[in-house]
């Protein structure tokens, strides 16, 4: 399995565009994850869904941020408009649907709003 | 939700030497605790972990504690190499909740 597959890898981009970032999970894993990572706040939680339904978005800063998951093998999150605040690596991560199983990240998506 | 602590933030040692690194959390409930590597532009990856059901568990260099009255947990490594040098970080995850809580991390540096 060539684990969980994010692109773009990096993405620089103007304030005010849309970003959209995507997300393939292992196969088979049923929990899925967006998490960010900025020096600041190190690495937060952004929502995860389980068997492709959303359970918490508490961690999706605003309303300019919003996630998909139209089927198992595929999610997006989407930045619009975007912002410089926004600046930070993107990781998405999926595991097994039991509580105490390892979570396997992707290696991250750069995403620079200039 | 859980709220996970963790200390230090930056650790540098000579080679050879062991690391300590200490996280709290605050959900007693929770019941699995997974330590991550994350190396300069990479992904984090898990090194170790344990359940809320084993007080040690040890592989090769690496061991955690946990000790679930006081609700903390750490990650020793014992004889440090320069390829342990990277950030390090705790987690915790409570039941019914798939979602992993992280420590803020630890920088270690291991000095040649």
């Known amino acids: 399995d060539a684990g969980v597959i994010q692109s773009p890898r990096h993405e620089v981009t103007e304030m005010g565009q849309e970003v959209t970032l995507r997300c393939k999970p292992i196969s088979g894993h049923n929990s899925l994850f967006w998490y960010r990572q900025t020096m600041m706040r190190g690495l937060e939680l952004l929502i995860y869904f389980n068997n492709n339904v959303p359970i918490d978005d508490s961690g999706m800063p605003e309303d300019r941020f919003s996630a998909k998951m139209p089927n198992a093998s595929f999610s997006t999150l989407k930045i619009q408009p975007s912002e410089p605040r926004d600046s930070a690596v993107y990781f998405c991560?999926?595991?097994?649907?039991?509580?105490?199983?390892?979570?396997?990240f992707g290696q991250g998506t750069r995403l620079t709003v200039v | 939700g859980e709220n996970v602590e963790q200390h230090p933030s930056t650790l540098s040692v000579q080679e050879g030497d062991s690391a300590v690194i200490k996280c709290t959390y605050s959900d007693s409930a929770s019941n699995y605790f997974p330590w991550y590597k994350q190396e300069l532009g990479k992904r984090p990856q898990l090194i170790i972990d344990?359940?809320?059901?084993?007080g040690e568990k040890k592989d090769q260099r690496i061991a955690v504690t946990l000790n679930k009255t006081a609700k903390h947990f750490s990650l020793h490594i014992t004889e440090t190499q320069p390829e342990d040098s990277a950030v390090y970080f705790c987690?915790?995850?409570?039941?019914?909740?798939?979602?992993?809580?992280f420590g803020s991390g630890t920088r270690l540096q291991v000095q040649p």
């Open positions: 344990i359940r809320s059901n084993v």
């Open positions: 987690a915790a995850r409570s039941p019914g909740r798939r979602a992993l809580t």
């Open positions: 991560a999926s595991s097994l649907g039991h509580s105490n199983t390892e979570a396997f």
